[in-house]
């Protein structure tokens, strides 16, 4: 009876737990995208990592079903920004990207950002992300 007990008591504390938080993750927050500098484009916010793997969403409120061109860069203060990586994600997507081999500095952490170009700040992008 005990064991049983024990059983329906952990389910309830699963279930009320984020579902980032049940597999590992937490929440650095999210981010709508800003016109740059040289209204070549858009940017999120910057995002401290601790390294390893961050989870990204990607959303637009707006969109036509078409691939988007994405691109995830680390910032460097007194240097030209670093490329992680380039993806095409679709509204909706959900994916990881390693970004281990990117943290530097004093903070030893990885200050992560996301750029956008095709669609500008059109369609109202943002992208939340999970460390």
Request: glycine share 10%; proline share 3%; net charge negative.
């Amino acid at each position: 009876m005990l064991v049983a007990a024990l059983g329906v008591l952990a389910i309830s504390a699963l279930s009320t737990t984020p579902a980032s938080a049940e597999a590992g993750w937490q929440s650095l927050g999210n981010s709508d995208f800003y016109p740059d500098a040289d209204l070549n484009g858009c940017h999120t916010r910057t995002f401290s990592s601790g390294g390893g793997y961050i989870r990204y969403t990607f959303s637009r409120v707006s969109h036509d079903g078409e691939q988007t061109t994405l691109r995830i860069y680390e910032y460097d203060a007194g240097n030209a920004d670093e490329l992680i990586d380039t993806r095409h994600p679709y509204d909706g997507t959900v994916a990881t990207v390693y970004v281990d081999n990117f943290t530097d500095g004093d903070n030893g952490k990885a200050e992560i950002y996301f750029k956008v170009s095709e669609i500008g700040c059109n369609g109202a992008p943002w992208v939340h992300v999970d460390d």
